[in-house]
């Protein structure tokens, strides 16, 4: 029941008043397991055991028929609430607490939204409880119901060692003010129903990454990134550490290589655009572009169009900070033929898709570079953009190399359980051989594309965008004429260019985007996507999202004889050698390019998955694994 409710335990206060610490924290982990499928750490063990005794001073003083759910899961997110009180005020108003606890003893203020707290870097706890407080606000079904509090509390902290400006803090010896502060805010408790509802409380409202940046646009062109906790859409505390270790270096002045992996989902883009704007703005360089402070690199070209139409619109000008790191005709900021000035901090984005060969000159390009790259989602064989690569690149110029690596799941609301089913159905499907579950999120396998098509355009609104991606087979796409409609671009319909017949009985005309200016961005930022006229191949969807997404899986992977391989069409003709070639000589080198690509596909999707395959007996297997999903 616990982890239906998304937390790890809740219960009235008048229940856990005489709860020893010992059965509280076997209650906590036994719940936690449960919702998050994996024991506690021992930093989680310990900070439990050391708030115990604080909490439980609190309850004695509390109404009775108040609610505490503890490490509650934000439905929209991996993130995780430490207590969150329910009840209501004088007037019968429901209220929700978030209470952020922290241990500390020793704390200070850094650059950059960080706290050094007992010699470690931790986000600023102002910054992290409003954002929890506003993505409950914003993204909660519920929450439109509730007044809504946040509270940190640092109860082995001395006062006045942390400033905050956006919720309230209580300290070291502060427990009684703490105490009194809620008696007076919900004296009255709430019905278990109301309680229940709340916690089952669904997401509501999806922010997507380019129609954030242009939203809060007016904090970001300031380079308040901190204040996006004010509108739920902060950093989190891993990208604002990687954002302050960034911008520490620049200070510096120290030749700096940043490796940043992040599987797909983990926020790469997000960290990349905000970095970008940040230290812009820092620089004065947001009024001031001609200075070349700083560039955001990208390769895909659909991407940067997209990018630069967004910061055209958010503030003109400062879309020429968006270049190609690689163009093929040696001009990009990596290529040979650069003629451009150096920067003092280069980012590049999907930087798993660089040419070995073209690495140090990347290296070479900034002061400070950051590298965000996932190499499970390279494409192609000539793509080398490995951790090993970039490190040795770094350290031939003699440069200091960090690593981090993003742990969040941001973009997929199925969270780390769906990602973890994606894994196995593509890598080792023999493991899914019993039911899962990832609240809040669909994954659907159609039988007939018209289906999956209907189902798209009930979802689609004002509100809710749907996408279509699909194999890149059938057709190659016609480059000369790009928007025309011809065999070369259609990819669902009849007939096809490949010659199947495979939707003759279907009134269908679905179309490859093309045009890198103008489709792209108006199918990904300006929602032409919904109409489902148009699909994107893997190199147009490759860093974009939509709410849902159908999938078109095509006949180039295949489950035959209880596996993958490799299968009897491809029309990818991009890279060297392609992976048309490799799946014409069935070269094995296929396979891990062809699981990267499933990959991405069945992860664009924020609130679902819908699938349909081309292939009669993969789309078979494909139906018994979606009957083990809850």
């Not at 703490?178 to 916690?199: A, D, H, I, R």
Request: aromatic share 12%.
């Amino acid at each position: 029941m616990v982890a239906s409710l998304n937390c790890a335990l809740v219960e009235r206060v008048a229940e856990l008043r005489g709860l020893g610490m010992n059965d509280a924290v076997d209650q906590l982990r036994r719940g936690y397991k449960e919702l998050v499928g994996e024991c506690p750490s021992l930093e989680q063990v310990l900070a439990w055991q050391g708030s115990w005794a604080h909490i439980q001073r609190l309850f004695q003083q509390l109404n009775d028929d108040l609610w505490v759910a503890f490490e509650y899961r934000l439905p929209m997110s991996h993130q995780r609430i430490d207590m969150l009180l329910l009840g209501c005020d004088r007037g019968s108003h429901p209220i929700a607490v978030v209470i952020e606890l922290k241990g500390w003893s020793s704390a200070s203020e850094k650059d950059y939204g960080i706290v050094e707290a007992d010699g470690k870097r931790f986000q600023h706890p102002d910054i992290q409880t409003t954002d929890y407080v506003n993505k409950l606000r914003f993204s909660h079904s519920e929450a439109h119901k509730y007044r809504l509090e946040g509270i940190a509390w640092l109860y082995n902290l001395p006062v006045g060692r942390l400033q905050f400006r956006w919720v309230k803090a209580f300290f070291k010896d502060q427990d009684h003010h703490l105490t009194n502060y809620l008696k007076t805010l919900m004296p009255v408790g709430l019905p278990w129903s109301e309680v229940e509802s709340f916690l089952q409380g669904s997401y509501v409202q999806t922010v997507h990454l380019l129609d954030a940046v242009e939203k809060y646009k007016d904090e970001l062109l300031r380079g308040t990134i901190e204040a996006l906790g004010t509108k739920g859409f902060a950093p989190s505390e891993e990208q604002q550490e990687i954002i302050a270790q960034v911008l520490e270096a620049l200070k510096k002045e120290e030749p700096t290589t940043f490796l940043v992996k992040g599987e797909p989902g983990s926020g790469k883009s997000y960290l990349a655009i905000l970095l970008l704007i940040k230290a812009l703005a820092d620089s004065h360089g947001l009024q001031h572009k001609t200075q070349n402070f700083a560039a955001l690199g990208l390769r895909n070209n659909r991407l940067l169009n997209t990018v630069r139409q967004v910061f055209r619109r958010i503030c003109p000008g400062l879309d020429t900070a968006v270049k190609f790191y690689s163009t093929g005709r040696g001009s990009g900021l990596a290529e040979r033929n650069y003629k451009g000035p150096d920067f003092r901090l280069v980012i590049f984005d999907e930087a798993q898709r660089f040419a070995s060969n073209l690495i140090e000159n990347a290296v070479k390009r900034s002061m400070v570079n950051v590298f965000l790259y996932d190499e499970t989602q390279i494409l192609n064989l000539d793509e080398g953009g490995t951790t090993t690569a970039f490190e040795q690149a770094a350290r031939r110029f003699g440069r200091k190399v960090y690593h981090f690596s993003l742990k969040g799941i941001y973009r997929v609301q199925g969270g780390r359980a769906y990602h973890e089913f994606v894994e196995k159905l593509l890598t080792n499907p023999n493991l899914l051989s019993i039911p899962t579950a990832f609240p809040n999120y669909e994954f659907k396998v159609f039988g007939d594309i018209e289906d999956m098509l209907a189902a798209l355009k009930e979802k689609a609104s004002n509100e809710t965008q749907v996408a279509l991606v699909a194999a890149f087979t059938e057709s190659p796409g016609d480059r000369e004429n790009k928007t025309s409609k011809s065999l070369l671009n259609l990819r669902v319909g009849y007939p096809l260019y490949s010659g199947w017949d495979h939707y003759r009985s279907k009134n269908l005309q679905i179309y490859w985007l093309m045009d890198e200016a103008i489709q792209y961005p108006q199918f990904w930022y300006g929602r032409e996507s919904n109409r489902l006229t148009h699909c994107a191949s893997i190199y147009g969807c490759q860093g974009f999202e939509a709410d849902y997404v159908g999938v078109i899986w095509g006949r180039d992977f295949v489950w035959r004889d209880g596996k993958w391989e490799i299968g009897s069409n491809c029309e990818d003709t991009i890279g060297r050698p392609t992976l048309k070639e490799l799946v014409n000589k069935r070269d094995p080198q296929a396979i891990p390019l062809l699981i990267n690509r499933y990959r991405i596909f069945l992860t664009r999707g924020i609130q679902g998955t819908y699938v349909y395959c081309e292939d009669e007996e993969t789309a078979k297997f494909l139906k018994e694994v979606a009957k083990l999903v809850k």
